[in-house]
């Protein structure tokens, strides 16, 4: 059961990275247009597309290498698990940048229309562009949509890396528990962020004739005449 939890929390995940990784993609396709239109005519291309241009970038080689990490490697590790949470909640706040960069899409593009290209009436030609505002009115629209999209994708994905964290954690405690010893007078081993294999929260624990032998630490034995030794059967 544990293993099949495990497979459709990274299913669930690989399908949302892959939404976010398609609203990255339509995106950019269209905000390079817009781009590559106006350097075709010599039109200064604003900040509000470039940025556009590279948070969209930065999102598809962002969720191409978490998905694949994701699912061929469930268990990333602390510390990849970290940085998959930390940039799901950049791009978070990356695409509410780029909703509002296209808010003007957010309208029936009927009339009077602001877009990328330009403003003007809807069924009017862009001047020196084989488009009308109406069309370029609609792609800013489909990028609005795209990125409110991304918001909550990029959002369920910081919550998910959370969820599987914890996931993995409470099966390597259970794992531990089940199959070692619990040693009382064990000092706490507290896991570094970087570790990624289980830990042994038992040291200086050791089977001897089927019982449990507690040993106390070296330090502690050169203070005493003899070494403490207990015996529980």
């Not at 990849?80 to 960069?101: E, M, P, T, Y």
């Not at 808010?103 to 403003?119: D, E, W």
């Not at 969820?163 to 896991?191: G, I, K, M």
């Amino acid at each position: 059961m544990g293993a099949f939890a495990d497979g459709f929390r990274r299913l669930t995940m690989f399908i949302m990275y892959f939404i976010a990784l398609g609203c990255s993609v339509v995106t950019l396709g269209i905000y390079a247009y817009f781009a590559a239109s106006q350097a075709n005519h010599n039109d200064t291309v604003s900040k509000g597309e470039k940025a556009v241009l590279g948070i969209s970038g930065a999102g598809i080689l962002f969720t191409l290498i978490a998905s694949f990490l994701t699912l061929f490697f469930g268990n990333k590790g602390r510390f990849l698990n970290f940085i998959c949470a930390a940039f799901d909640l950049l791009f978070v706040g990356g695409f509410i940048a780029v909703a509002i960069l296209a808010r003007h899409g957010a309208s029936r593009c009927r009339g009077n229309v602001n877009t990328p290209l330009g403003t003007g009436e809807a069924s009017n030609l862009i001047n020196n562009y084989n488009i009308r505002y109406r069309t370029a009115c609609k792609d800013n629209t489909a990028v609005f949509a795209v990125a409110i999209i991304a918001i909550f994708t990029f959002f369920l994905l910081f919550i998910g890396e959370i969820l599987l964290r914890a996931f993995h954690d409470r099966h390597e405690t259970s794992h531990l528990r089940s199959e070692e010893p619990v040693n009382v007078n064990a000092p706490v081993v507290r896991r570094k962020f970087w570790q990624v294999g289980p830990m042994n929260r038992n040291k200086g624990v050791t089977y001897e004739n089927h019982g449990l032998v507690h040993q106390q630490p070296a330090s502690y034995a050169t203070q005493q005449p003899g070494s403490y030794v207990s015996q529980h059967v």
